[in-house]
C-alpha cells in the first residue's frame, strides 16, 4: 500500500566539523534505530515540496553535524561517533490509503511502511544515523516516518533536533539557545575511576519464564489505549491509598509512575495462569540532564537516558497487593538514579569487557533465547515515557502534527506512554503475545474503575 519512489542522501550545506566522539552512556545503547511517526492533517492548497525538507535538512546538519556522521566499531563491541558528514536519507514515499483508514495509528502491518527501512547488512560504518521517510495520501495528508539511531541520541536530543529541522523549513532562523552541544566530555568526566559503588542491577540478566517448557505461542500483538486526565487522576488516588509503601512519600506520585504501574498490574495479571511465584520486573529510562550536578546543558545533543529497574517481585506480589505497591517500587527505581548511582554506572560502563551482554540484559526485557531453543514466556515489562517530547514543534510549514507515536513494535513487553496531541490524556502503545492481549485489554479499564482491593496474600 506504501510505495517508496525517490531516496535521496543529504550532507550538511556548509563544511562541518571532522573528529570522533565517544560517549560511555551510549555503550549501553542499542545501534538499532528508534521509529517516531508524525501525521499532519491535509491542508488546502498547499503544495509540501521534497526540496524544502532536503534544503532544510541540510541546514539542520551543518549545526548537528555528528547525525551525518556514522558509527564505527572500536573493540569489546564499542563504538564511536566518527563525524564524517556522510549524510542523512530522506524517502519520498505515496499512499493511496486515506489517513483516516489508520484509526489510531496502531503500530503495526501499513503503518510499519509509514517508517523507513534500515538496512543492517552492510558494515555499520556505512549505516545512516538518520533516514527520513515523507509519505503522501491521496486525501492530501501527510506522514513523516524517522528512524533515529538510539546510540548517537535520546528522545529528547532528538525532539530539539526536529524541531529545529522544522523551524528551518518554515524559513526561520535559529536561535543561540537552540544550539546544540556535542562535546560528551561533560558526562563522560563524571566517572569517578574506581569501582561501582553500587549493584546496578539494571544490567544483571531479567528474570526467565519459570512456567512449563511446552510450546507457547509466539505471536505478538500490538494495542493502543487511551487514558483520560479523570482516569489518571483515579489512578493516582488508588496509589496514594496504600499507606503501607506510602508513609514517607515526599511528593506525589507522577502520571508516568501511576500508568506504568498499573500496566505491570493488568500485564501481570494477564499473564499470571496461576503462577503466583513468577518473578518479575519493570524496566525504564529517565533523562538525566537535570539529575546531575551541577546538571547538562539543555543544549546537550548526546545520549543521557539511563537505565534503572524495579526490584524483581513476584506475580502474586504484583497482582494481589494495591496498586501502590507496584507504583512506590518504580518511584523507588527512578529515584535511584542519582547524580552519585550515574557516576557510579558510568565507571560500571568503562570496566565491561563485553557491551553486548550488558545492552540486551537490559533492553530486551525477555530473557534472550539462544538459536535452537525454544521461548518459554515473558515475565517482565519495559515501559519508556515520550511524555515529555515537545511533538508540537514539528511544524514544518505545514501545520502541527495530530498524532505523534512509535510508528511499529515487535519487542515483546515493551510499552510507551504519550500525552496525546490535545494535552487532555494519556496514549499508550504496548507489545504482548497475542494470546494474553485480550485479558489484558479487559483488565486495564476494569481495574481503573474497581475500587474495593481484592484480599492480600501478603
Same mark, same amino acid.
Given at each position: 500500500m506504501v510505495s517508496v519512489h525517490s531516496s535521496y542522501t543529504v550532507v550538511p550545506s556548509e563544511a562541518t566539523p571532522n573528529g570522533k566522539l565517544y560517549s560511555l552512556c551510549e555503550q549501553i545503547k542499542l545501534r538499532a534505530h528508534a521509529p517516531q511517526l508524525f501525521v499532519y492533517e491535509p491542508i488546502s492548497n498547499h503544495n509540501v515540496s521534497i526540496q524544502t525538507l532536503i534544503t532544510s535538512l541540510g541546514k539542520a546538519l551543518v549545526t548537528y553535524y555528528p547525525f551525518a556522521g556514522r558509527l564505527c566499531w572500536i573493540g569489546g563491541a564499542r563504538w564511536v561517533l566518527d563525524c564524517n558528514a556522510k549524510g542523512a536519507q530522506i524517502l519520498e514515499a505515496s499512499c493511496q490509503a486515506k489517513l483516516e483508514?489508520?484509526?489510531?495509528?496502531?503500530?503495526?502491518?501499513?503503518?510499519?511502511?509509514?517508517?523507513?527501512?534500515?538496512?543492517?547488512g552492510p558494515p555499520i560504518q556505512e549505516v545512516p544515523l538518520l533516514v527520513v521517510q515523507l509519505t503522501r495520501f491521496r486525501c492530501g495528508g501527510l506522514t513523516i516516518g524517522i528512524a533515529f539511531c538510539r546510540g548517537v541520541c535520546d528522545g529528547t536530543?532528538?525532539?530539539?533536533?526536529?524541531?529545529?529541522?522544522?523551524?528551518?523549513?518554515?524559513?526561520?532562523?535559529? $536561535?543561540?539557545?537552540?544550539?546544540?552541544?556535542?562535546?560528551?566530555?561533560?558526562?563522560?568526566?563524571?566517572?569517578l575511576n574506581r569501582a561501582p559503588r553500587f549493584d546496578h542491577s539494571e544490567f544483571s540478566p531479567p528474570p526467565p519464564w519459570l512456567g512449563s517448557s511446552g510450546s507457547v505461542d509466539t505471536k505478538t500483538g500490538v494495542a493502543v489505549l487511551k487514558l483520560t486526565k479523570v482516569q489518571v487522576n483515579?489512578?493516582?488516588?488508588?496509589?496514594?491509598?496504600?499507606?503501607?509503601?506510602?508513609?514517607?512519600?515526599?511528593?506525589?506520585?507522577?502520571?508516568?509512575?501511576?500508568?506504568?504501574?498499573?500496566?505491570?498490574?493488568?500485564?501481570?495479571?494477564?499473564?499470571?495462569?496461576?503462577?503466583?511465584?513468577?518473578?518479575t520486573r519493570l524496566s525504564t529510562l529517565a533523562n538525566c540532564r537535570n539529575r546531575l550536578k551541577p546538571p547538562l546543558p539543555d543544549g546537550y545533543a548526546g545520549n543521557v537516558a539511563f537505565p534503572t529497574v524495579t526490584h524483581t517481585c513476584t506475580f502474586d506480589e504484583i497482582t494481589y497487593r494495591p496498586l501502590g505497591f507496584a507504583v512506590w517500587n518504580i518511584r523507588e527505581a527512578l529515584d535511584r538514579l542519582t547524580d552519585e548511582y550515574v557516576s557510579s554506572t558510568l565507571d560500571y560502563i568503562e570496566t565491561q569487557k563485553d557491551m553486548n551482554t550488558v545492552r540486551y540484559n537490559f533492553h530486551y526485557p525477555a530473557p534472550f533465547v539462544r538459536k535452537g531453543e525454544e521461548f518459554k514466556g515473558n515475565p517482565n515489562l519495559f515501559v519508556v515515557s515520550w511524555m515529555n517530547f515537545s511533538f508540537q514543534g514539528a511544524d514544518f510549514g505545514w501545520g502541527k502534527p495530530v498524532y505523534f507515536g512509535p510508528g511499529f513494535m515487535d519487542s515483546e513487553g515493551?510499552?510507551?506512554?504519550?500525552?496525546?496531541?490535545?494535552? $487532555?490524556?494519556?496514549?499508550?502503545?504496548?507489545?504482548?503475545?497475542?494470546?494474553?492481549?485480550?485479558?489484558?485489554?479487559?483488565?486495564?479499564?476494569?481495574?481503573?474503575?474497581?475500587?474495593?482491593?481484592?484480599?492480600?496474600?501478603?
Open positions: 483508514d489508520f484509526g489510531d495509528f496502531v503500530p503495526t502491518g501499513v503503518v510499519e511502511q509509514l517508517i523507513p527501512t534500515v538496512d543492517y536530543g532528538s525532539m530539539r533536533f526536529i524541531s529545529s529541522w522544522a523551524k528551518l523549513a518554515r524559513g526561520e532562523a535559529l $536561535d543561540l539557545s537552540e544550539m546544540p552541544i556535542h562535546d560528551r566530555t561533560p558526562l563522560n568526566s563524571r566517572k483515579k489512578l493516582k488516588q488508588k496509589a496514594s491509598c496504600d499507606f503501607s509503601v506510602n508513609k514517607n512519600k515526599a511528593r506525589p506520585y507522577t502520571s508516568f509512575e501511576v500508568v506504568a504501574g498499573h500496566l505491570w498490574r493488568c500485564v501481570s495479571k494477564a499473564r499470571h495462569a496461576g503462577n503466583g511465584g513468577q518473578p515493551k510499552a510507551f506512554v504519550m500525552n496525546n496531541s490535545n494535552g $487532555d490524556g494519556l496514549i499508550l502503545a504496548i507489545c504482548l503475545q497475542a494470546s494474553h492481549m485480550d485479558e489484558f485489554k479487559k483488565l486495564f479499564y476494569q481495574d481503573i474503575d474497581h475500587v474495593a482491593f481484592p484480599t492480600s496474600r501478603f
